[in-house]
C-alpha cells in the first residue's frame, strides 16, 4: 500500500459525509473535482519529467532505468486510480439522493488503503506471531525501524495479608502506581533477506546491578538476525524469544485484555522467556510453526511454587545444556488460530553462573516437559483467547531444596472472553467488556508441606477501551480464590491500566 492522495480528498470521503445535505455534498464534490483537476495536472508533470529522465539515464545506468521505470508507472497508476475513484464516489452521491459515509461498515478498499498511507507510513501487522511493534521493520521500507511499547499501572488491593510480616502487609495494601515496562524496538534491515531486530526492556522503571532482590532492571529481551530464505523456511539466530504459548510471542499491551499478563502464563510458562539458540520457522497452506534449539534454564534457580519460572538466564551464559522447542498454529479458519507448544530438556545445576561467581553448591541433573493447547478468536466483535498447560520435572528434581521444595507436575487453564460494544457503530474504536478466568495447580502431585497454598482460581472482570487500535485504556476488579486447605487468604484488587505502542 504504497499509493498516496491528499488528506483533503481522504476528509472529504469521511467525515463531512456523516452530515452534510444534498447542497453541501455538491459544493464538496466540485471543490473536490477542481482539487483532483489541479493533482492530475501535477501528476502529469511529474510523469513528463521522470520520462526525460528514463529516457536520458538509459544510456547510462541500468539500475537508474529501473528504478525511474517503476516510478513512472506508479505515478500512472496513483493518478489514473484516482480519477476512477473520484468517477466512481461522484456517481454513487448523486444516485443515492442521501448522505453516504465510506466507513468500516462500507468501504471502498483501494479508497481506504490509499488514504490510510496518506494519514500515517507505519504499517502494524503481526509477522510470526511476533507482537505488531516489534514487527514493525518487517513492514517498512526503510532500513532503519524504531518501535516500541509502554505500560502505566494503578493497583490497589482491598485487605491484603499473606506476607509474614504485618508491616510488608500494610505496604501491599497501599496504591501501587509504576511504569511496569517501557521498550524500545530497534530493526534493521541489511538487506531484503537479513533482518535484525532487538528488544531494550526498561522494567518498573529502573535498572539495578547489584544484585539484590529489587525487580527494576534494563536488559535485551531479545536480539536476533532473521535469515529469511523463503516464506516456507526461514532461520532466526541470536537471543531470542522462546516460541510457546499466547502471550510469550506477543506481550504488548494491546494484544490482551487484562491489565496483566495470565497468571497461567507467567507461573508455568516464564512468560516473558526469552534465550540463547536457532529457530527454524515458516508458513504453510494456514499453517505457522517454528521448532528449533535453546539454552536449557538453570535448574539451581528453581523455587517452590514457580515452577521454571525463576530458571531464565540472560544473554550472557555459561552452560551446556540445551533443550527443543516447537510450536505448531492453524489459522486456515475465518477469525480463528488453532495450535499448540512442546518443550523438552535437561538442565544441570550450575555451580557458577560466570567464571568466579558461585550459583549453586548442588550438582544435580533435571528434566524439563511443557506442552500447550491454545486458541484464539477474534472475529464479529468478539476476543477470545484461551489454553491449557501441563509440565513436569524429572531426574534429580526432588533434591532441588534451596529454594523451597519444588513441584514436579504442574498445570492451568485459563479463558478471556472480550466483546467490543461499539462493534455495531461507526467508529474505529472499541470498548470491550471482559470476563477471565484462571486456574492453576503448581503442585499436582502435592508434594510441598500444604499444596493447597499453589492451587488457586483467579476472577477478573473489567473493561478494555481503545481509543486508538495502538492505545488501551484498561480497568477491572479481579479476586484469587485459593483452595479451601490453604492457609493463604483469598485477594482482591482494583486493577487500572494504560497500554500503547509505537
Known sequence: MNKKITLSLATAFTLPAMSATNAELEAMLMKLQKDFGNYKVAQEKKITSLEKQLSTSQKNQKTTQKTTTQT?????????????ILKKQTEKYKNSGESVAVTESNPDPSFMDMATDTVTTDTYESFTDLGLAASKVYNTDTALSIGGYGEYKYKKYTNFKNYASETAN????KSETNVVRFIPYIGYKFNDWIVMNTEIEFEDGGARSDGTKNYKYAIVEFSYLDFLLDEKYSFRVGHILVPFGNINLNHEPVAFLTSERPLVETFIIPSTWSTNGALAFGSYEGFDYYTG???????????????????RQGARQFTDDFSGVARLSYKGFTGMEL??????GQSSTLAESKPGVPSSGLDLDVSMFMAEAHMRYKYNGWNVQGMAVMGSL????????EYGTI????????????????????????????????????????ETANPDNYKFNEYTLGLAYFPDPKVV?????????????SQLADEEAFVASLGFIF
Open 72 to 84: 513512472v508507472v506508479k505515478q500512472k497508476e496513483t493518478a489514473a486510480t484516482g480519477v476512477a
Open 170 to 173: 500494610e505496604t501491599r495494601r
Open 293 to 311: 534449539i535453546i539454552t536449557s534454564p538453570d535448574a539451581g534457580k528453581f523455587r517452590e511454587g514457580r515452577f521454571i519460572q525463576m530458571g
Open 339 to 344: 495450535g499448540g507448544s512442546l518443550f523438552y
Open 394 to 401: 524429572g531426574d534429580d528434581y526432588d533434591q532441588l531444596s
Open 407 to 446: 513441584a514436579g507436575s504442574v498445570n492451568g487453564q485459563y479463558l478471556t472472553v472480550g466483546y467490543d460494544v461499539l462493534h455495531t457503530m461507526n467508529t474505529n474504536q472499541q470498548l470491550f467488556a471482559v470476563g477471565e478466568v484462571e486456574r492453576l495447580d503448581m503442585d499436582a502431585d502435592g
Open 473 to 485: 485504556i484498561k480497568a477491572e476488579y479481579n479476586m484469587k480464590d485459593y483452595a479451601d486447605g
